[in-house]
Structures are given as structure tokens and as C-alpha cells.
């Protein structure tokens, strides 16, 4: 007929935005398993800022054991290669362009790989890692050194913040959102005031928390607007010989200090199961005993995944 | 009944004219804008489009409005039967129809046509991508060189490997991979000029051992091993294990 339909196609010269918008539907795996080599031009597209803007690989956990000494886990090597192979390529064409990068909290990433990570996306602005144990000191202050853009940060409890936050306050002007996933002491949060006064947003959502920690967060952190303690475990410790008790619900003292927040989350209701599995679990949530998926939610709109 | 049934004029870049309503034709946001911001009596000019293709995506356009105006009795699922069976066409003309969805602006025809093609990549290597779309493979033995090089350094330096090979660096850059890697063997190739001391000195502290390729291989006295992996992505990465006196 015409003369057209016997000439093919070149797919390799299709306009770079159709093959973004075709890229766009794959997820990770397959964004990494080889498109990028069919041609230079496919590269081209595979390398595209849109497709990089998160990298999500909260589909990826360790293949690990728990042992009794630190870092407390054992990752199979070959679970570590695999991660290593995705994210090296991933960060490779991502050419920098990678603004929000997702952990699963069963992926342990080791320290060399944070550093190496944390190079190759310096434009970061949000970090979601909620297992630290093979993180040294020395890596995550590396990395929070490079990303100087960094405004949002979801991190396990640890027992020593200050070298963090101070790290954080010293190169992370615009930082402005933290959720921590654990126990909150009053230490933690004496913390977060001294070297982060000005933050934003707080979460800490399905964690233990004690009242007198709860009021200093209301009482000193003056730029705070959104505080997320939904299903939290909530102690009060009157002075003795009186017992500890749990908190039922918030006392007009917390009420009137927390209405100047723009968003006061909060739920502790018996019925609520979230409510019920903080209680069981004690304040630390095991994670790993619930629904694929159920770690990401937040009632904050911006730390949820 | 007035407005429904206006009718607009559209002429292909094979001169073929196509009389269809309204409703159909602003499917498309080009042909929309045209029609609203332009002469609206006049024949709208889609150049970069054959009568064929058009015909075709007139249809598509047509199914779609009726089915959500309800003029036409068919359920969600026997919709996307009819969109699935739109796309089983021959690939130029899968071809033809993205790039005129794209040119026309019919989002919804775009994204049926891309996750076509998605489909038809994805759980594919490389090679076998290139052959059902007939793509010539560009990347020239430099770049392909060059790219698994970078690649291959950083990947050593996670210990991502069993065997470091070390080629072409800086010193500062060698030492920074000796210093990191998990690597229990490391391999420095014969044009590498290096510092055996310093290298030595790091690699005895983390209990690598070094082996030096020699300038010539072919020295009898020299036992070879090659190991061959597969990475993947369609690298093949070999690693040579020389031992020679250093």
C-alpha cells in the first residue's frame, strides 16, 4: 500500500519524553536490569532527572540473622551484593538527581555503601533509613556532610543523638522534619532542642513516651507545627512514692499547650489497633510481626510513603 | 440536538479528509485548541498524521466518548478488552499511533500505546530488547569501555566482588579502593604504574593479597586462572589471577 509501512520504525530516535513516559511505569528492578544499554539514546532517557526524583527501594530487605553482639545483625553476602549491584547502577543513572531515597526497615545498609551513596546523591532532601546497625558514626556524619540540602529525615531511636543533631544543625540549613521510629527519651528530645530548636515537624508516632518529655517538646520547641503522636504509648511519672501510670488520655495541661500547633496528632483510643500492637510491643515496635507496608504510614501527610 | 452534532473537518498529511463530530475530535487537545482558538469552519490540518493512523485513532477516540457519554452499553472490563485489542497491531503501527497520540495530545491513547510498549520490554536483556525492535547497538567500544570501567572500580570498592582488579588509576584513587574494599584478593594490571611499597605496606594491614600482572603473560612460568561472572546487567566482567614475584 504505502510506501511508509514497509520502511521500520527507528525506536532507538523516539522522542526522549515517549521513552521517559515508557520508563516511567517500571519500577526499580527493571529500570536497572539493562535498558540503559540497548542504546546510547535509551540511556539518555533512562538517565532522565523525572524518572530519579525517588528512589525507592523499600521493596528490598537483608537476608539476615540476628546475633547477640554488635551490630547485632549478620547480612548474607550475597543479599549485600545485590543491594550494592541495584543501588550502584541506580545511582549511576540517576546522574545526582536523586531528591528522596527509601530504605526498607530490614535493610541494613553498611557504612561504605552509605558513603558511597551519599556522594553520588548530594541534592538530597529526604532521607527514609529506619535501620542504622551497621552505620557508623563516622558514615552518617560523612553523608549528612554532603547533603546539605537535607530537610526531612526518618531514623531509627538511638541512644546517643547529639553528634547527629549537631551535624545536622551544622550542615542542613533547611532542615526541617524528623520522625523517629522507637523509644523517645527525654534525653533524645533535650537534645532535639538544644541543636534543632527551629524544626518543624515531628513525629513520633507508636513509640513510648513519657508526659514530662512530651510538655518540654510543647514548652520549647516554639517554630514546632505538626506533632504526630498517634497510638503512642504515653507514661506519666508522678513524683514518689506514687507508681507510673499510663495515660488514658491527654490532660488539659498538654491540650492547651499543643493548640498552638497547626497540627496536633494524636489517637489512644482502646479500639484502635495500632493503639493495641505500641501496648504489646511495649513502645518499640516490631515491625516485622505486622502487614507488608504498615511501617510507612504516617497521619503526617509528608512523612508518610 | 445543535450542539452534538457539529461537525469538524480534519485533513491528514495524505490529504485524506475525515468529516467527524465534535464531542470526538476534541478528544484530542491539539485539535481542540486549534478548533477553539482558530477558524472554526475551516479544515484543521493534522500534518504529522496518515489517514490510516487517524482512521484508526478516530475509532479509539469514538469508543471512548460513547462509552462515557453511556450512548453505547459497555462495561468497564469489556473496555479495556477493546483498548487491549486496539494495540494488538504490527509495530510500525503501534509506532505511528504513539507518536501521533503524542503530537494530537490524546493522553489517555498515549498511555494505552507506552504501557504497550513497556510490556513488550519488560523481563527482557538487553539483546533481546534490540532484536524485537530492530535498535542498532551504538555504544562504540570506548564508550562500552568506559562505562564498565567506572562501573567496575566503584562496584570492586564495595567488595561487591571476590577479586579487585586495579587498572588505570591515580594513586590516591588506588589507595582509597585498597583502604575500602572488602576484597580479599586485588589484582594490579601490567600497565598499572604504582607504588608497590606504599600499596603493599596498605594492602598487608587489611590482609589482601596483592598480585601483579606481569608485562608479558605469556612467560611460561606463570599459572593463569580466569574467572568469568556475569553482573547482570550484560557486563562480563573477567578477572585475570596472575601470581608472579613482586
Redesign the interface.
Same mark, same amino acid.
Given at each position: 500500500m #504505502?510506501e511508509? /509501512?514497509r520502511?521500520?520504525?527507528r525506536? #532507538?530516535d %523516539? /522522542?526522549i /519524553? &515517549?521513552l521517559v =513516559?515508557?520508563?516511567q511505569?517500571?519500577d526499580i528492578i #527493571?529500570l !536497572?536490569?539493562? &535498558?540503559? !544499554?540497548?542504546? !546510547? $539514546?535509551?540511556r539518555m532517557a533512562c538517565c532522565d532527572p523525572l524518572l530519579w526524583r525517588t528512589l525507592d527501594l523499600s521493596m528490598m530487605k537483608s537476608n539476615f540473622i540476628k546475633i547477640p553482639l554488635e551490630p547485632y545483625v549478620y547480612v548474607d553476602a550475597r543479599s549485600? =551484593?545485590t543491594l550494592?549491584?541495584l543501588l550502584?547502577?541506580s545511582l549511576?543513572l540517576s546522574q545526582g538527581n536523586i531528591m528522596t531515597l527509601i530504605f526498607h526497615f530490614n535493610l541494613y545498609v $553498611?557504612d /561504605? %555503601?552509605l558513603t558511597?551513596t551519599a556522594e553520588r546523591c548530594p541534592r538530597l532532601r529526604r532521607l527514609v533509613m529506619p535501620a542504622w546497625n551497621r552505620i557508623k558514626k563516622t558514615g552518617i556524619c560523612k553523608a549528612i556532610r554532603i547533603w546539605q540540602d537535607l530537610k526531612s529525615l526518618t531514623m531509627p531511636s538511638i541512644a546517643n543523638p547529639p553528634y547527629l543533631l549537631e551535624e545536622i544543625a551544622n550542615n542542613c540549613k533547611n532542615f526541617s522534619e524528623l520522625k523517629v521510629m522507637g523509644p523517645f527519651d527525654n534525653f533524645f528530645a533535650a537534645t532535639i532542642i538544644t541543636y534543632l530548636p527551629k524544626i518543624r515537624v515531628l513525629s513520633l508516632r507508636c513509640s513510648m513516651l513519657v508526659k514530662d518529655t512530651l510538655i518540654s517538646i510543647l514548652d520549647e520547641l516554639r517554630n514546632l507545627e505538626v506533632l504526630n503522636i498517634s497510638h503512642c504509648l504515653l507514661i506519666e511519672i508522678p513524683p514518689p512514692p506514687a507508681p507510673r501510670r499510663i495515660m488514658r488520655e491527654l490532660d488539659q495541661c498538654v491540650l492547651d499547650k499543643a493548640s498552638r500547633l497547626r497540627e496536633f496528632l494524636t489517637c489512644m483510643k482502646d479500639s484502635c489497633i495500632m493503639c493495641q500492637r505500641t501496648r504489646n510491643d511495649e513502645g518499640l515496635m516490631r515491625w516485622y510481626k505486622y502487614e507488608e507496608g504498615v511501617w510507612k504510614a504516617d497521619e503526617v501527610s509528608s512523612l508518610s510513603l | 440536538m445543535g450542539s452534538t452534532s457539529t461537525k469538524i473537518k480534519l485533513r491528514t498529511s495524505d490529504q485524506k479528509v475525515f468529516e467527524v463530530e465534535k464531542a470526538v475530535a476534541v478528544q484530542s487537545q491539539t485539535i481542540k485548541y486549534i478548533y477553539e482558538n482558530g477558524c472554526p469552519d475551516s479544515v484543521i490540518h493534522v500534518h504529522s498524521v496518515s489517514g490510516d493512523i487517524l482512521s484508526k485513532i478516530l475509532d479509539y477516540c469514538k469508543k471512548h466518548v460513547n462509552s462515557a457519554a453511556g450512548k453505547e452499553d459497555i462495561s468497564p472490563e469489556e473496555l479495556y478488552e477493546w483498548d487491549a485489542n486496539f494495540v494488538k497491531v504490527d509495530q510500525n503501527t503501534l509506532f505511528d499511533l504513539i507518536l501521533a497520540a503524542n503530537c494530537l495530545k490524546i493522553e489517555s491513547l498515549l498511555d494505552l500505546t507506552c504501557q504497550t510498549v513497556a510490556n513488550m520490554i519488560k523481563g527482557k536483556r538487553p539483546e533481546e530488547i534490540r532484536t524485537t525492535f530492530n535498535i542498532k547497538n551504538d555504544y562504540t567500544i570506548e564508550a562500552e569501555e568506559a562505562v564498565r570501567r567506572e562501573n567496575k572500580w566503584a562496584f570492586d570498592m564495595l567488595g561487591g566482588v571476590g577479586t579487585m582488579v586495579i587498572e588505570e588509576l591515580a594513586d590516591d584513587t588506588m589507595s582509597k579502593c585498597v583502604t575500602n574494599t572488602k576484597s580479599r584478593v586485588c589484582v594490579i594490571a601490567a600497565n598499572q604504574i604504582v607504588m608497590m611499597r606504599s600499596i603493599s605496606k596498605l594492602a598487608n594491614k587489611k590482609s589482601i593479597d596483592v598480585y601483579k600482572q606481569p608485562q608479558n603473560p605469556t612467560t611460561p612460568r606463570i599459572k593463569e586462572s580466569v574467572k568469568q561472572r556475569n553482573v547482570g546487567t550484560g557486563f562480563i566482567e573477567l578477572f585475570f589471577h596472575f601470581k608472579c614475584k613482586m
Open positions: #504505502e511508509s /509501512d520502511v521500520a520504525r525506536w #532507538e %523516539l /522522542d /519524553d &515517549i =513516559k515508557i520508563f511505569s517500571f #527493571e !536497572t536490569s539493562g &535498558i540503559a !544499554t540497548v542504546c !546510547t $539514546s535509551w549485600d =551484593k550494592n549491584h550502584k547502577t549511576s $553498611s /561504605d %555503601l558511597y | -
